[in-house]
């Protein structure tokens, strides 16, 4: 009987002390798109607009305690790029005061952020202007000049591209962060 009593008090007593803490969840709307848990990796923006990254040690309530790291490439001896890991500090922060979080499936995105553009427009207007002043042509004559509007608008499409793409997710009305207690 003792050894009954003594297996069951173990038993409770280890489930108890091993169970799992809150969940941290990025949800677009209703949905859930991302989650960590104590001793997950977490890049994000601080609502100071500075990028802060770490590994999480608590998630309690509404608060985040996490170990502040940095990651950096650094060449070696050799010239071969490693990483340097330098620990900050523990941070303790609460979830309303990230700002945005990097996005999870980053494509090169030459196309969408107008990198393509703004470099093919500017390329073949450096060109034509290039080749214009050495046969001796005028180099806004009435034959270049549709090419460089069509390049100049090009151009313009690349920038306004630019400006409207982002490479992290803002926080707000779609996208919130929020805390899931799954011990109450």
Same mark, same amino acid.
């Given at each position: !009987?003792?050894?009954? +009593?003594?297996?069951? +008090?173990?038993?409770?007593?280890? %489930?108890? =002390?091993?169970?799992? =803490?809150?969940?941290?969840?990025?949800?677009?709307?209703?949905? @859930?798109?991302? /989650?960590?848990?104590?001793?997950?990796? &977490?890049?994000?923006?601080? =609502? =100071?607009?500075?990028?802060?990254?770490?590994?999480?040690?608590?998630?309690?309530?509404?608060?985040? *305690? !996490?170990?502040? @790291?940095?990651?950096?490439?650094?060449? /070696?001896? +050799?010239?071969?790029?490693? /990483?340097?890991?330098?620990?900050?500090?523990?941070?303790?922060?609460?979830?309303?005061?990230?700002?945005?979080?990097?996005?999870?499936? !980053?494509?090169?995105? &030459? @196309?969408?952020?107008?990198?393509?553009?703004?470099?093919?427009?500017?390329?073949?207007?450096? +060109?034509?202007?290039?080749?214009?002043?050495?046969?001796?042509?005028?180099?806004?004559?009435?034959?270049?000049?549709?090419?460089?509007?069509?390049?100049?608008?090009?151009?313009?499409?690349?920038? %306004?591209?630019?400006?409207?793409?982002?490479?992290? *997710?803002?926080?707000?009305?779609?996208?919130? *962060?929020? %805390?899931?207690?799954?011990?109450?």
């Amino acid at each position: !009987m003792k050894q009954l +009593l003594s297996f069951f +008090l173990i038993t409770i007593i280890s %489930t108890h =002390s091993f169970s799992q =803490s809150d969940l941290l969840v990025l949800k677009q709307r209703n949905q @859930i798109i991302q /989650t960590w848990v104590p001793g997950s990796f &977490i890049n994000f923006q601080f =609502s =100071s607009k500075q990028w802060l990254q770490g590994i999480i040690k608590y998630i309690r309530n509404d608060s985040i *305690i !996490m170990e502040q @790291i940095v990651l950096r490439q650094v060449p /070696t001896q +050799l010239g071969y790029p490693t /990483t340097d890991t330098a620990k900050l500090g523990i941070i303790k922060l609460h979830v309303n005061e990230i700002y945005g979080i990097p996005k999870r499936n !980053m494509r090169s995105g &030459i @196309i969408t952020n107008g990198t393509l553009f703004r470099l093919g427009s500017a390329g073949y207007i450096f +060109l034509n202007i290039f080749n214009s002043l050495i046969r001796g042509e005028q180099v806004f004559g009435p034959q270049n000049l549709p090419g460089l509007t069509i390049a100049a608008g090009v151009f313009v499409v690349g920038k %306004t591209l630019q400006s409207t793409h982002k490479e992290f *997710i803002t926080l707000g009305k779609k996208f919130t *962060i929020e %805390t899931i207690h799954i011990n109450k």
